[in-house]
Structure formats: structure tokens, C-alpha cells
């Protein structure tokens, strides 16, 4: 069960489908696919594997290099598919409704050109952007753990936010109580302080309010009036033509010599005179008695047209006077230019406006009721705050636990793992953030007697990506970016570790894509997609191809990075072992 749910959970998620690259370093065009699960890149040193990662950098929002330009190019471009799915995270929903993204096919594309005097463009799906945008997004689409690249998890909110993640519903329900009892508690708070400042002044404010809602009494103001009196008031101004046009159109139709009505009975008699004797003749006197009844109606429509229009000599001076008042009424009381908003803002703060006297007019009885029932929300909120700081506690435990098993099933035998929980007393209200009074820190060595430090500082290389990695699948089930990348993760690691390193990223591939650069074969024998990177024939490292391979040629590739010779029978058959040994182990 635990892997359909897996399944479930990357094909929920982002991924990364595709990067284009022209003209950067050692490649002059290459078109790199990528499938859900894990995708391995692999080559000789020196065939270009730092490049298709630098293409991918570059998508990111890093920093641009001319230098980085093929010899013999003006230019280089870069660009990448992610596919988004149906439910995206809020996060990134967020950014692409702030950025104005267009996202069409749920794809969002991102592209990087650089010129050789260095200029940069930046593209996300064709609009003209910033790198800094491409960064922002990026982050929510990508993560990128490099040799020597800055990691987003180094920083203390996205720790915070980590460990929040990994234990899952039981901190977030009590995470989003204690958010609403903070909202709460500023809105009240906010509401005093706005009211002890109105206090100051509330004389004067307390007789707008009474003028407002005196006025608001005496006129009675309907929301769309205005729509409304410039409807009847451009027909009122028009009613001496439109009496001449209804009273023209009455007379040439009950004219008693030219009438229209006049005519068509001479007409009905005549045909009447000849009923039974054609059936054409019969249809035609049915039909001019149709056309006879309706002039009679509309001769009867004209005549209380006409009377509705003297009915009211004064409809359009009364109109005129209501649309006065009105227009006095929103100068007065209203703020918006568009004369209709202004008339519902002045009609919502007369609604309102006797509430607001009577907290005016209550004064100080009336802050200290709200100060009351401050206290007794401070008391509430502090009691949230306390129970996600001790979730929290119990959490850490776990999760360093978990990630110390995966670092020592990844060659780090004395690797140890450990989350700092600092927590603010919440004495003073400034103590109480959106995510509560705690701090997280966590911390790492890779030796037994090592100093714990912040992970930023205390690992590099290979290490740093192995414990990104143990952190990333100890989370992986709730962690909601959808792709990944490793490069150099197998540094320092071989044998039986590095086929357990293998191993640990497929399992992470289960709920995220993973795109990971290897030496070895221990690793790239779990690959759902192998890439191969090489250089050209001559052997001088001035192009690189990139392609996809399978059957034969992953056994070849997986040969060369077992004895570095590509023909060896005896390479090829230990290849074969362990690709059967990972077909067995993925059953």
C-alpha cells in the first residue's frame, strides 16, 4: 500500500519534462527529456555533465557568464518545460497569480538567452521577466543540491518549515489554530488601537456619524440608484419626441381616410367577398386579419403610451431633484470618483454608523470590555502557542531519528543529525510570529566527536548532498516540491554503500522526480531514465551529444563505469548482475 500512496504523491507533483540548450560550453544543441522517477546522468570527466547543470542554473535565475558562450556562438539559450498538475501548492499558486504567469497546457516555461557583452534576458512561459523571478518561482519548482551551490534548506525558516512539513496533519491542524487565534488576537488588538485613536477626536467624528446617518434617514439612498435616475431622466428629457413619434404613429394608423386601419378593413372586406372559392385567396384575408388584429393592439399600446406620457409633468423636475440629492449625499459622505461605488461606500457607513457611535459614546467602558476579552485571546493564543512548541518537540525527535538511520545507510556511520528547538517565553507580544515562538536549527557532524554545527557549515560536498538526501527522503511522503537534483551525491562512497545510495533515491523518486549526475554504477543501475553524456570521437573534449539510452547501451555505459573499458565481456556481465539485481529489488 505504502508504494501505490507513493505513486499517488508524484503524480501529484511538479516536474521537470525537458531542457534545450544552444551554444553553451562544450554543447552546441541538445534537447535533454526527462520521465517521472529517478533520471541518472552519466559520462566521462570532462564530456560535460557540469554544463547541463549550469543550463539548469541559469533557469534558476544564477548568475549569467558570458564566458559560458560556445566559441564560434553569438549567443546562448536556455530554456525548460515543468509540467504542472491539477492541484498545485499554494505557494506556487501564489507566485504565478503575483508574477501574472501565463500557464498554458498546465506548462510553465522558463527561459535564459545570454549575449556576449553579457547581457541577460529572462523569459517565463514567452513574457519578458527578471532572473529574480525565475529564482522565486524556481524555488517551488526545483531543487538543486550541488557541490558547491547554497541550499534553500540552510536557511532557519525553511528548517522550520521542514520540520513542520515531516510530521505531517498533527502539526499542521495545531499550526493552523494557533494562526487563527493570532489573527484573531491582532485584529482585536488592532480594533482598540483604532478606537483609543478615535477617542481622541470622537466628538467631532461622533457628529459626522450623526449627520451621516441623519442624512442617510431623510433621503433613504438605494444602491444603483444613480443607474436608475439617468435611465428615466434621459427618457423624461426626450418626451416631446417621443409624444410626436407615438402620436404621428397613432394617426397615420386610426387616420379615418389614410389610416393604416382604415385600409386594411377596405382590404378584409374585399377578400371576405371571395371566401370558399381559392384557398390561396382564403390564406391571404387570414393572414391581413392577423396583421388587422395587431394594429388594433398596437393602436390600443400608442394611445397609453401617450397618456403615460402626460400622466407626470413633474416626473422629470422630481427626477432631477432626487439625482441632486443623491450627488450631494456621495460628495459629502462618499470617497470613490465613480459616482455608484461612492453612493454604496456612503450607504455602507450609514449602516454601520450606530455601531460606531456606540462604541464612540461608550468610551472608555468600551475599550476596557475589548481589553478584557484581549486578555482572555492572549491567554487562549499563548496556550496554542505552547502545544505547537511541544509537537514540535516530539517531532524533532523523530525526524532526527530518521535522518541519522538514512546517514549511516548512506557510508556515514558516525554521522549524527539534531534539531535545535529555541522557544520565546511569550511575555511580550512581539514573541508570537505566524509560526509560533520557535526557532529550529538544525544542526550536523559527520564524525562521532565532531562539533554539531548548522548544516550550512558543517558539511561540504558529497556529504552535504548525502545528508540532503536522507533529509529529503525522511520527508519525502509531505514534502511537496516535485523535482530534484544531485550532483556529486556518491563522493567518497562505494561498495555496498553506494548501492544502498542508489537505492535511497529511487525510494525518494517514488514521490518526487529525482535527476541525479553519478560515477557509479551502483547508482545509475536504479535509473527509471539513463543519460549519457559524451564526448566526440577524436576524444578532445570540444562537443558534447546527450542522449538517452537503454538495453544494450545502458550495460555498455554501466560496464565502462565499473572497469572504465566499454568492450570488457567480463565488465558487461557484472553490468548485466546488476541490472538484474535491480529489476528483482524494484519488484
Wanted: net charge negative.
Amino acid at each position: 500500500m505504502a508504494g501505490v500512496a507513493s505513486k499517488k504523491t508524484a503524480a501529484s507533483r511538479t516536474r521537470l519534462e525537458e531542457i534545450n540548450i544552444r551554444g553553451l560550453g562544450v554543447i552546441d544543441q541538445a534537447l535533454v527529456e526527462f520521465s517521472p522517477g529517478l533520471n541518472v546522468i552519466t559520462g566521462e570527466t570532462g564530456a560535460g555533465k557540469t554544463m547541463l547543470l549550469t543550463a539548469l542554473s541559469l533557469l534558476l535565475g544564477e548568475k549569467a557568464d558570458s564566458d559560458l558562450i560556445r566559441t564560434g556562438h553569438e549567443r546562448l539559450s536556455v530554456s525548460g518545460i515543468f509540467s504542472l498538475t491539477n492541484s498545485p501548492s499554494p505557494i506556487l499558486v501564489e507566485i504565478i497569480d503575483r508574477l501574472g504567469i501565463d500557464v498554458s497546457e498546465d506548462q510553465i516555461i522558463l527561459s535564459r538567452n545570454v549575449a556576449k557583452d553579457g547581457k541577460s534576458r529572462a523569459l517565463i512561459s514567452g513574457a519578458t521577466s527578471t532572473a529574480a523571478n525565475l529564482e522565486t518561482i524556481g524555488s517551488e519548482l526545483i531543487e538543486v543540491h550541488g557541490q558547491h551551490g547554497s541550499l534553500v534548506l540552510t536557511k532557519a525558516t525553511k528548517q522550520r518549515e521542514l520540520l513542520d512539513i515531516s510530521g505531517g496533519a498533527e502539526i499542521a491542524n495545531v499550526l493552523e489554530k494557533y494562526q487563527e487565534s493570532l489573527t484573531t488576537f491582532i485584529e482585536l488588538k488592532s480594533k482598540i488601537k483604532e478606537l483609543r485613536k478615535a477617542l481622541n477626536d470622537r466628538d467631532r467624528e461622533i457628529a459626522s456619524l450623526r449627520e451621516l446617518a441623519g442624512e442617510y434617514e431623510r433621503i433613504k439612498p438605494k444602491e444603483d440608484e444613480f443607474l436608475e435616475l439617468d435611465s428615466l431622466i434621459s427618457r423624461l428629457e426626450s418626451v416631446e419626441d417621443l409624444r410626436l413619434a407615438a402620436t404621428g404613429a397613432q394617426q397615420a394608423l386610426t387616420d379615418e381616410e389614410n389610416g393604416g386601419l382604415n385600409s386594411l378593413h377596405h382590404l378584409k372586406r374585399f377578400l371576405q367577398s371571395a371566401r370558399g372559392k381559392d384557398p390561396h385567396l382564403d390564406a391571404l384575408h387570414d393572414r391581413a386579419s392577423d396583421a388587422l388584429f395587431s394594429l388594433i393592439d398596437i393602436g390600443a399600446d400608442l394611445d397609453r403610451y401617450i397618456d403615460g406620457l402626460s400622466a407626470d409633468p413633474q416626473a422629470l423636475e422630481n427626477a432631477l431633484t432626487r439625482r441632486s440629492l443623491l450627488s450631494t449625499f456621495v460628495k459629502r459622505f462618499g470617497e470613490s470618483s465613480d459616482k455608484s461605488v461612492a453612493l454604496s461606500e456612503a450607504i455602507d457607513k450609514a449602516r454601520l454608523s450606530q455601531q460606531r457611535i456606540g462604541d464612540l459614546t461608550a468610551g472608555d467602558d468600551r475599550i476596557a470590555e475589548l481589553e478584557s476579552e484581549l486578555v482572555c485571546l492572549r491567554a487562549t493564543l499563548k496556550e496554542d502557542a505552547q502545544t505547537l512548541s511541544q509537537k514540535r518537540s516530539l517531532q524533532a525527535k523523530a525526524l532526527e531519528l530518521r535522518v541519522t538511520d538514512e546517514l549511516h545507510d548512506l557510508a556515514m556511520p558516525k554521522a549524527k543529525f539534531e534539531v535545535k528547538i529555541s522557544s520565546r517565553n511569550g511575555e511580550n507580544d512581539d514573541d508570537f510570529s505566524p509560526n509560533g515562538l520557535d526557532e529550529v536549527a538544525m544542526l550536523f557532524t559527520s564524525h562521532g566527536a565532531g562539533e554539531l554545527l548548522p548544516i550550512s557549515k558543517a558539511a561540504s560536498g558529497g556529504e552535504l548532498s548525502r545528508l540532503m538526501l536522507a533529509l529529503e527522503v525522511a520527508i519525502a511522503e509531505n514534502y511537496p516540491l516535485g523535482s530534484y537534483v544531485f550532483d556529486e551525491v556518491d563522493a567518497g562512497v562505494g561498495g555496498k554503500a553506494a548501492l544502498e545510495l542508489g537505492r535511497r533515491l529511487w525510494k525518494l523518486s517514488q514521490s518526487s522526480q529525482v535527476i541525479v549526475v553519478t560515477h557509479l554504477a551502483q547508482v545509475a543501475l536504479w535509473a527509471d531514465n539513463h543519460i549519457v553524456i559524451e564526448k566526440d570521437i577524436s576524444g578532445a573534449v570540444t562537443e558534447s551529444t546527450i542522449r538517452r539510452i537503454t538495453d544494450h547501451d545502458r550495460e555498455v555505459e554501466i560496464a565502462r563505469m565499473l572497469s572504465g573499458v566499454e568492450e570488457s565481456e567480463h565488465a558487461q556481465e557484472h553490468a548485466r548482475e546488476l541490472l538484474n539485481l535491480r529489476i528483482t529489488e524494484k519488484a
